[in-house]
T-cell receptor
C-alpha cells in the first residue's frame, strides 16, 4: 500500500459545480497535512493547510479524518481557473510525502 | 520578494553523462529541499537541508546523486552518471523553518531529459 494515495482523476465537472476529492495516508502517526495546487508545467503552490478541526478558505474547505486516515478537499462554485492538479502532502515521521495528485478540469 | 531561483531551466544529456543543477532559495529561508517529479507523479523528496546540514536524504540514490549546501544558502544537485530513468523535473523548494506547519515555496524546476 502506498503511504499517500490519491484518485488520479481526471475529474471533469461543469463550471459552478461542487467537487470533492480525498487523499488517504497509511501512517496513523502522521502529523501535518496540506493541499498544494500544481498548474500544467508549473511548480506546486500551497493551497491550504489542513487543521484537525477542518478549515475553510473562501470556496475551499479542507477536512481531516484521523479515524479513517484521510484528508479531503471540497471546492464549491468551481471556476475555470480551478483547473489544475491537486496534490496532497503528508508529513509522516518527519518525512514529507506528496501524493500523485488528482487532476481537475472545469468545463464552461 | 524574490522567489526560489533555479538553473538551468532545461537540460538534455545522454545517458552516462553528468549534470548539475543549481538552486538559490528565498533569502533567509533555512530549509532547502530537492525533489524529483516524474511525469504523472507527485514530487518525491530527494534531500532536505536545514542550513547546511542534511535532515533527510533517505530517498537520494547515493550511488549517483549528490547534493551540497556549503554555506547554508544556495545548493547544487549532481547526477553522475545519468540514467534514462532520471528524466524528470527537479524542483527546489525552501521554507523558513522545519516543514511541520511552514509553507514550502518552489522554484520553476529544471526539466532533465536523458537520451
Amino acid at each position: 500500500r502506498k503511504e499517500v494515495e490519491q484518485d488520479p482523476g481526471p475529474f471533469n465537472v461543469p463550471e459552478g459545480a461542487t467537487v470533492a476529492f480525498n487523499c488517504t495516508y497509511s501512517n496513523s502517526a502522521s502529523q501535518s497535512f496540506f493541499w498544494y495546487r500544481q498548474d500544467c508545467r508549473k511548480e506546486p503552490k500551497l493551497l491550504m493547510s489542513v487543521y484537525s478541526s477542518g478549515n475553510e478558505d473562501g470556496r475551499f474547505t479542507a477536512q481531516l479524518n484521523r479515524a479513517s486516515q484521510y484528508i479531503s478537499l471540497l471546492i464549491r462554485d468551481s471556476k475555470l481557473s480551478d483547473s489544475a492538479t491537486y496534490l496532497c502532502v503528508v508529513l509522516s515521521a518527519s518525512k514529507i510525502i506528496f501524493g500523485s495528485g488528482t487532476r481537475l478540469s472545469i468545463r464552461p | 520578494e524574490a522567489g526560489v531561483a533555479q538553473s538551468p531551466r532545461y537540460k538534455i544529456i545522454e545517458k552516462r553523462q553528468s549534470v548539475a543543477f543549481w538552486c538559490n532559495p528565498i533569502s533567509g529561508h533555512a530549509t532547502l529541499y530537492w525533489y524529483q517529479q516524474i511525469l504523472g507523479q507527485g514530487p518525491k523528496l530527494l534531500i532536505q537541508f536545514q542550513n547546511n546540514g542534511v535532515v533527510d536524504d533517505s530517498q537520494l540514490p547515493k550511488d549517483r546523486f549528490s547534493a551540497e549546501r556549503l554555506k547554508g544558502v544556495d545548493s547544487t544537485l549532481k547526477i553522475q552518471p545519468a540514467k534514462l530513468e532520471d528524466s524528470a523535473v527537479y524542483l527546489c523548494a525552501s521554507s523558513s523553518g522545519l516543514p511541520t506547519m511552514n509553507e514550502q515555496f518552489f522554484g520553476p524546476g529544471t526539466r532533465l531529459t536523458v537520451l
